[in-house]
Structures are given as C-alpha cells and as structure tokens.
C-alpha cells in the first residue's frame, strides 16, 4: 500500500476557508487525483477532481467555492474550500492514482474531519 498523508482539516465558521493537503511518497508522481466527502448518514460523495489530462471536476454543491489542484514538485494534491456552509462538514478523504517509476497505484488518504460550525 502507498501511504498519503493527508492535513489541513479543522474547525472552521461558515463562510470561513480550509485548505486540505494530501501527500503522495516523494518517490511517486500524481497522475489524477479525488477527493470524496463523507457525512453521517450519507453515502460518499465525489466532490472535486483531476484527470490525469488536466480536466477538473466538481459536485454541483461545491463548483465555484472549491477547487483541486496539485504541486507536482512537492507530490501533494490539494484541495481549497472557501465560503464553507454547515453542509460542507464531513470526513474528506482524498484518492490519487500515481507511479512510483513503472508502477501505477491507486492510494487512499487516511481522511480527515472537517467540522463547519459557529
């Protein structure tokens, strides 16, 4: 199994802003990346994305406040939330499709409490 490391979660008040990270070995490339959310009693959701091609994309309920990128020097993903809502709590976990030299993985975050509350 490839270890991701993911941080930057927390307590935040609405309309506030987190910004999660995700780390992929520094041995390792990121060739796509997801991040998914889970709240109680919910069924996980996709919340924002990037194909290995560039293309993003993002659930309904967060397009325009998140956005996923990556930092191919650091191997970390990211994903940015601003204008944060009660909604947006959840558990997010992120997914990365990556190589380490000729080996293509597919790896899973720990997850990580994002708790949106005044």
């Known amino acids: 199994q490839v270890p991701l490391v993911e941080s930057g979660g927390g307590l935040v008040q609405p309309g506030g802003s987190l910004r999660l990270s995700c780390a992929a070995p520094t041995s390792s490339s990121i060739n796509a990346i997801a991040w998914y959310r889970r709240s109680p009693g919910k069924q996980r959701e996709l919340v924002a994305a990037m194909t290995g091609g560039g293309s993003l994309e993002y659930a309904d309920s967060v397009r325009g406040r998140f956005t996923v990128s990556k930092d191919d020097a650091k191997i970390t993903a990211y994903l940015q939330m601003t204008s944060l809502k009660f909604e947006d709590t959840a558990v997010y976990y992120c997914?990365?499709?990556?190589?380490?030299?000729?080996?293509?993985?597919?790896?899973w975050g720990q997850g990580i409490q994002v708790t949106v509350s005044s």
């Open positions: 997914n990365i499709e990556g190589a380490i030299s000729t080996w293509v993985y597919d790896a």
